[in-house]
């Protein structure tokens, strides 16, 4: 589980620019192509990894010995132990370094290898191949740097086993050193596809031997299992990491979807001064000049800091701070209804700031809407020329919250979106009103065409989880979930608009006149994976939208976003931290606890 205790919404932390695999090989290359060798940086890297290892442990172990905790790992004996399971490609090549270094500092290493023929060592192992020179495979020119890395260990006499000769023996996990630090070299960015079975049963191995041992695992680079460009998991086997190395640049894949539960803290150790590598690159004919300019820009942009506000100017008005018409909460007949989705929506624009409510909802909801937020105003759903009349007074309309998917309601979502184009207002589309898009999209209405082109140059925000994502683009949701990053790409070049797309680590995409920008907001916590809590982001988007005292960058969707993540989490921690007080932990955790969270975060925000 992501230790997600960032409570400082405005703390001085810089965004992080994040990258694909491809990019990050892409950054290797252009340094390569300045004369640097690939293998001494491979050693940089392991060198700079160990030293990061023998911190990282030395700091634990003196926090654990502090701490009454008896499952965290605290041992004082020495020589301490590390255990690093490698695969065949570069990052097994650093992981035999890292067993290298580690031994010559002291450590008692055994290194695991995963995917190695029972030969691979004889052809491989200098001391071997030197006695046997026509072996056939020893050719200098298939030396490749995780051979050479190899090697290296080997000439040192690391102690190594292959996972294959273990794990058919029942004792297994006494065949295995029980370190004090867990290390896995098994993939980094190469992974592109399941691992296979033997990798699987290796990583699983790995995490059992971790737990078992109440010992730290270090992945590096990546946890095995994770993809880079993703943040995908395969059937949910992935190394456990409590911390990654993360080599050249920040992966995309560690913040988002999977990445968030298996990454673990994450440590940079950037190696080579990439974008100067890169501008030079540029220069150069031989390198085309895509490639280039691909590796540039990152895919992403890691926010785990909201912008700071300005406090009110005293002498203002409610009409100072716009007027949002929250438009949902339908009772289709003989339903329940879900009025719910346009208070819960309501109540959170008021807390944002929003000077003005009016909730347009089924007349049904009306007393219960009064009697939870009596400061909002009310009109009957239905009433199709008098919230016409009502948008052309609003600064915002947020729109779908619990509006109904049949067809009167998709005759009201046409009409009421019609009218906030025609009037020129801000609009925010959520949950059924997504759905409706989709219908309409795949009828090719004309709404579609008419929203794009409005959204050039008005502020139109949607706000999908995967599930409508995957309707909006008539894609599976495990297509949408394989590539979250493409996904938000398409939805925004179909529709126009500022999206974000939901989730652990969610995605916001704007529109800017010299292009898009796509932000990953690290923060928010799986308490808020409960109904209604869609809703309430919807309303602190629009309540952030209708205030136009605040700054562009203060009314932003990305803002929006962090504040109803930070807002999250803020419940979540005082319930950590603070054992004798009667708060809300992430079980439990409900849509109507956050308005008062979210009031919390936007006075935190005020410099
Ligand atoms: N270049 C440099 O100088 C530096 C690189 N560095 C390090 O290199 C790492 C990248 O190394 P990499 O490109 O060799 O990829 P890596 O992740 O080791 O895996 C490739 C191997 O895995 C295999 N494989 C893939 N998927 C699989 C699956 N599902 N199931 C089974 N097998 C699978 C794949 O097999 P193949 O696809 O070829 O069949 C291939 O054998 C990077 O993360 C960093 O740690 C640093 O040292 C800094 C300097
Ligand atoms: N595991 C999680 N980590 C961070 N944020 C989450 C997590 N699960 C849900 N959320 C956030 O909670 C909200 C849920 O929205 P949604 O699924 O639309 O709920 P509903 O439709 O019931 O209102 C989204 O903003 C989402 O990003």
Known sequence: MR????????????PIALYNSKQVYAMEQAWFSQG??????????????????????????????????????????????????????????????????????????????????????DLHDQSVTSKTPNNGDSDSSNITDSIKALQIALASSCHYQRFEDIVSHDDADKR???????????????????????????????????????????????????VASTGEVFERIAIQADVTLCLIARKFGLHTKDGTDYSGD?????????????????????????????????VATLLTAAHSMKPRRQNSYKGSYGHVLVIGGNRIDGSQGMGGAAILSAASTMATGAGKITVACHEAFHGSLLTSLPDAMTINLHDASGVR??????????????????????????????????????????????????????????????????????????????????????????????????????????????????????????????????????????????????????????????????????RSLHQAVLIHGFAGDVLVSQANNNTNTLLVGQRGLQAQDMPAAIRHVMQLMIV
């Not at 230790?3 to 810089?14: A, E, F, V």
């Not at 905790?69 to 890292?98: E, M």
């Not at 994450?266 to 150069?284: E, G, K, R």
């Open 3 to 14: 230790n997600n205790t960032n409570l400082l919404p405005i703390k001085n932390t810089k």
């Open 36 to 121: 640097y060798d690939s293998f001494g940086l491979m050693k940089q890297a392991a060198w700079q990894m160990t030293q990061q290892i023998e911190q990282i442990y030395e700091q634990r172990n003196v926090s654990a010995s502090h701490s009454t905790n008896t499952n965290i790992y605290h041992r004082s004996a020495y020589p301490r132990q590390a255990s690093i399971w490698v695969g065949k490609g570069n990052n097994g090549g650093d992981g035999w370094l890292i067993a290298y270094y580690l031994q010559q500092a002291g450590w008692q290493v055994e290194v695991i290898t995963v995917g190695f023929s029972e030969n691979y060592f």
């Open 176 to 226: 295995v050193l029980p370190a004090d630090i867990y290390i896995d070299a098994l993939f980094g960015i190469g992974l592109d596809r399941a691992p296979e079975v033997v990798y699987k049963s290796a990583i699983k191995a790995f995490n059992n031997f971790t737990q078992q041992n109440n010992a730290l695992a270090i992945a590096v680079d990546i946890p095995s299992g994770l």
């Open 266 to 298: 994450i440590v940079d150790i950037p190696l080579i001064p990439y974008q100067m590598a890169l501008q030079q690159t540029a220069s150069n004919d031989t390198i085309p000049e895509k490639n280039a300019s691909q590796a540039f820009g990152p």
């Open 389 to 554: 009349d009502l948008i052309k007074q609003a600064s915002v309309v947020a729109i779908g919250m619990g509006l109904g998917r049949d067809e009167k309601a998709n005759a009201l979502f046409i009409d009421y979106v019609q009218a906030a184009i025609e009037s020129e207002k801000s609009i925010v589309i959520d949950a059924d009103g997504l759905y409706h898009l989709a219908s309409l999209h795949m009828g090719n209405h004309e709404l579609i065409t008419e929203l794009r082109e409005y959204s050039t140059n008005h502020r139109v925000c949607l706000t999908p989880h995967s599930g409508e994502a995957a309707r909006l683009l008539d894609q599976k949701i495990s297509k949408i979930e394989s590539n979250r990053l493409q996904a938000i790409k398409q939805c925004a070049a179909t529709y126009g608009g500022d999206w974000v797309l939901k989730g652990a680590g969610s995605l916001v995409l704007e529109q800017e006149k010299g292009g898009e920008n796509v932000y990953v907001c690290n923060v928010g916590n799986a308490g808020m994976a409960t109904a209604g809590m869609g809703d309430v982001l919807s309303g602190v988007t629009a309540g952030l939208l209708a205030q136009q005292d605040l700054s562009a960058e203060v």
